[in-house]
């Protein structure tokens, strides 16, 4: 998101502790077989004592490390729990309301198109993707402003993400897998009226370059 006045931080989220609870020792439980063998014994039964004896296996808990963590929540929409991540206080404004279809022709690859969310006021600007979790492959969010030397910076954002610097239709400049929940400045030193955020490593695994051009659904040319 465009740099300004640090936000108020909200808590962070916290994983709820994985307690995992062991089965009575070994031991006792060979203790409690023997007795029940003793008593099928009594009552005419002739197993053997190597029948009746359970396997390690059967009696055993399973050591620490095969304990099996819970299954990923199906819901793709679920959120992601990033640490450190601050939660949302305004969940209700993801995703933005307006989206805009943006065209990438590359040099060697064939043209592709990325749906962005359109961040155009200074409350939707400074905001950006603040506090989301995930975002899917072909998507990103434009920022439209001004035409000048812009700097973003990562405050509050839990996603990595490649800075796609535009103007006039045509890449500038390129930061590339800027890291979560950073401070730090980051610019091109171009002038450019447009941003486009993506994923962290979009740009070198779809061949994004400066140079290409990006045009918007409608646009001449």
């Known amino acids: 998101m465009l740099r300004g006045p640090p936000p108020t931080r909200s808590h962070l989220l916290r994983e709820p502790d994985l307690l995992v609870r062991y089965s009575p020792a070994p031991m006792r439980a060979r203790v409690f077989f023997s007795r029940a063998s003793l008593a099928l014994a009594l009552g005419g039964c002739h197993r053997t004592p190597e029948e009746v004896a359970p396997s390690p296996s059967a009696s055993s808990p399973p050591p620490p490390s095969s304990v099996a963590a819970p299954p990923p929540s199906a819901d793709a929409t679920a959120r992601v729990v990033v640490p450190g991540c601050p939660a949302d206080p305004e969940p209700s404004r993801n995703p933005l309301p307006a989206t805009t279809p943006l065209t990438i022709a590359g040099f060697d690859t064939k043209p592709f198109t990325v749906e962005a969310e359109v961040a155009s006021g200074e409350r939707d600007t400074e905001r950006g993707l603040m506090y989301r979790t ?81 045009t918007r659904a409608g646009d001449a040319g």
């Open 134 to 214: 995930s975002m899917p492959e072909l998507h990103g969010m434009l920022f439209e402003l001004d035409r000048s030397d812009h700097v973003f910076w990562m405050h509050n954002t839990c996603i990595s993400l490649d800075l796609v610097y535009i103007d006039r239709g045509q890449i500038v400049g390129i930061v590339e897998r800027a890291p979560i929940l950073n401070d730090e400045p980051r610019g091109v030193g171009r002038l450019s009226s447009e941003v486009l955020e993506l994923n962290a490593g979009f740009c070198e695994r779809h061949g994004v370059k400066v140079g290409q051009h990006v």
